[in-house]
């Protein structure tokens, strides 16, 4: 079986990205699957946060984006590092240097594809692949859309919320007119606070919204999630029956079931 990849993004900052990918590749390692995680976002939160500094691990991403750019072969594999107290959870870091690749190789042929082809030559080593993404649009996030099979779209219930997940999927919609390729998506409401009105007055906004697919349920806000960071741990599995940690388990079974009868159309 290819390895699923699911890409975390969102065209705003603060929103729940990073926490979103940490959670859910922490519920699959527990479940027993193999996840790789791809940093593409070049503050490299998400590899800070497995305790590698960006400003020099290596190997990271932007070797494999370097090598396409000169025509040369990087196998993916050679760009992985494993985490030290998440077995079963492995990562592509990420490096500052990735902030000038759109000036560098944005404008050269064939870019857009380059993780996708890394990717594709994994076979049974990972069941996962999620990818984190910079909140900025760009060859990174295009590298992202054009790579996964199912996008995530985590969207911070507070003003605004629906005309930023508006924006990513018109850069979907583009991506995918260009590609050829049909991305089914999700939005997640994140950090979805009931004692405030604004939670609940972004969130009916978006209820309101037939035409946008979304996760029927919520992740509420949890201060275990800042905690969980600060210790190197997936909220998932530090603290698996904390509040967070049960709406992210939730999450995993909507996007699993959601996985298969794409799996089966495509099959069919
Ligand atoms: N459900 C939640 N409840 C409380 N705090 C949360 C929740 N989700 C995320 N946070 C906290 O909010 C902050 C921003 O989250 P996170 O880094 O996941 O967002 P991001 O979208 O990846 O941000 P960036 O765009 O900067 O990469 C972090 O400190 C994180 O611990
Ligand atoms: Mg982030």
Redesign the pocket.
């Known amino acids: 079986m290819p390895v699923k990849v699911w890409t975390?993004a969102?065209q705003?900052?603060?929103?729940?990205?990073?926490?979103?990918?940490?959670s859910i590749a922490g519920s699959l390692a527990r479940r027993g699957y193999k996840v790789l995680l791809v940093d593409l976002?070049p503050?490299g939160?998400?590899t800070g946060y497995f305790g590698f500094n960006c400003d020099v691990v290596e190997p990271n991403a932007y070797g494999l984006f370097e090598a396409a750019a000169n025509h040369e072969y990087r196998d993916v594999r050679s760009c992985i590092v494993e985490t030290q107290e998440t077995p079963g959870i492995s990562l592509v870091p990420s490096s500052t240097a990735l902030v000038s690749l759109d000036r560098r190789y944005g404008q050269q042929r064939g870019m857009g594809g380059v993780l996708k082809k890394c990717l594709d030559e994994l076979d049974h080593e990972y069941d996962y692949c999620l990818i984190?993404?910079?909140?900025m649009l760009g060859i990174l996030v295009v590298n992202a859309l054009v790579a996964c099979s199912s996008l995530i779209v985590?969207v911070?219930t507070e003003f605004m919320a629906v005309s930023s997940v508006e924006r990513l999927l018109r850069t979907l919609e583009m991506i995918q007119r260009s590609s050829g390729l049909a991305v089914p998506y999700t939005v997640v409401p994140?950090?979805?606070d009931r004692r405030t009105r604004a939670s609940h007055d972004s969130l009916a906004r978006l209820r309101a919204r037939p035409d946008i697919q979304q996760w029927p349920d919520v992740?509420?806000?949890?201060?275990?999630?800042?905690e969980?960071?600060r210790i190197g741990l997936p909220l998932t599995c530090w603290q698996p029956r904390a509040r967070?940690s049960r709406?992210y388990e939730e999450l995993l079974d909507h996007l699993k079931g959601f996985d298969q009868p794409q799996a089966l159309l495509r099959a069919g």
């Open positions: 975390v969102a705003k900052g603060g929103v729940g990205k990073t926490t979103t990918v940490v976002d503050h939160s998400l984190d993404c910079p909140p985590p911070q994140t950090m979805f992740i509420p806000v949890d201060t275990q999630f800042r969980a960071s967070g709406a």
